[in-house]
């Protein structure tokens, strides 16, 4: 079961730092990611942290590197994707995703890869 929490309302340039809690599975030797649905729109990829076994590569979707940034924190069970200088484009229900430790790195951006989903949290940014 995944936990997600952290949304709000930001303002452009702003930051928002989302967090990701696991129960029942161990993040460190699994994939997690974050992906993000606007209204009317289908649930994209944003980042993933792959398992240290995987050596906890990261990887961003292009619209967000550079701004974004997941990580995690072992002892905790808990993913972070904290988030600068942040765009109305980023308006999006934003959902973590836990998938196993072997998904090469072609399926970390596609949805169907993961077989757990949080509950998604909404983060609004305003121009």
């Known amino acids: 079961q995944l936990q997600a929490s952290g949304g709000g309302f930001v303002q452009a340039g702003g930051s928002l730092r989302l967090s990701c809690t696991a129960s029942?599975?161990?993040?460190?030797?699994?994939?997690m990611a974050w992906f993000r649905q606007a209204p009317g729109k289908e649930r994209v990829f944003v980042a993933a942290?792959?398992?240290?076994?995987?050596?906890?590569?990261?990887h961003y979707s292009n619209s967000v590197k550079g701004r974004f940034t997941i990580s995690r924190d072992n002892a905790k069970n808990t993913a972070y994707l904290q988030m600068s200088s942040l765009q109305p484009d980023d308006t999006a229900v934003y959902f973590c995703?836990?998938?196993?430790?072997?998904?090469?790195?072609?399926?970390?951006?596609?949805?169907?890869?993961?077989?757990?989903w949080g509950q998604g949290t909404q983060v609004t940014v305003s121009s």
């Open positions: 029942g599975r161990t993040i460190s030797t699994s994939t």
């Open positions: 942290i792959r398992a240290m076994m995987r050596s906890s590569s990261t």
């Open positions: 995703a836990l998938g196993n430790d072997r998904l090469i790195v072609s399926s970390l951006y596609v949805k169907d890869s993961y077989d757990s």
